[in-house]
């Protein structure tokens, strides 16, 4: 088990952000909502200590609130210390698109995490999520 400080790693109390949050042997991130943009938008970045994760990170498409059929496609690239390891899409045109990406992962000890998404269409009314849920093992 991890300890000493404040369990929550980012400065939000609700966990939002961009950093890997752990609460005992739980790790999660929560990205807040990134307006669709066709420009690359990193939307998590942090690096794990002497311990390794194991959970699921989760790309959602960029959905408009409002109009719950305008959809727009998301990519999300997950580098581990500067290598793409992970490529996920999320939505789009196609009718057959699903709304989201689940995906298994590990994270290794002492491991840089950079999470970049993109979308296929700017859309200032659209907005997509990354959520990752896991448990540190120490």
């Not at 307006?35 to 939307?43: C, F, H, P, R």
């Not at 789009?92 to 979308?119: C, E, H, R, W």
Request: charged share 10%; aromatic share 8%.
């Amino acid at each position: 088990m991890l300890g000493g400080g404040n369990p929550v790693s980012s400065s939000n109390p609700s966990g939002t952000g961009s950093g890997l949050n752990i609460i005992g042997n739980h790790a999660y991130v929560s990205t807040t909502p990134v307006a669709s943009t066709t420009a690359d938008t990193i939307v998590a970045k942090f690096s794990t200590g002497a311990y390794y994760v194991v959970g699921t990170l989760t790309l959602n498409a960029g959905i408009q609130l409002s109009n719950a059929a305008d959809i727009d496609g998301n990519a999300l690239e997950t580098k581990f210390n500067n290598e793409v390891v992970l490529l996920q899409h999320a939505g789009g045109q196609a009718v057959d698109a699903t709304s989201f990406s689940a995906a298994k992962i590990l994270i290794p000890p002492y491991t840089n995490v950079v999470m970049t998404i993109s979308s296929e269409h700017s859309d200032a009314n659209n907005f997509g999520t990354v959520f990752f849920t896991g448990r540190v093992y120490s």
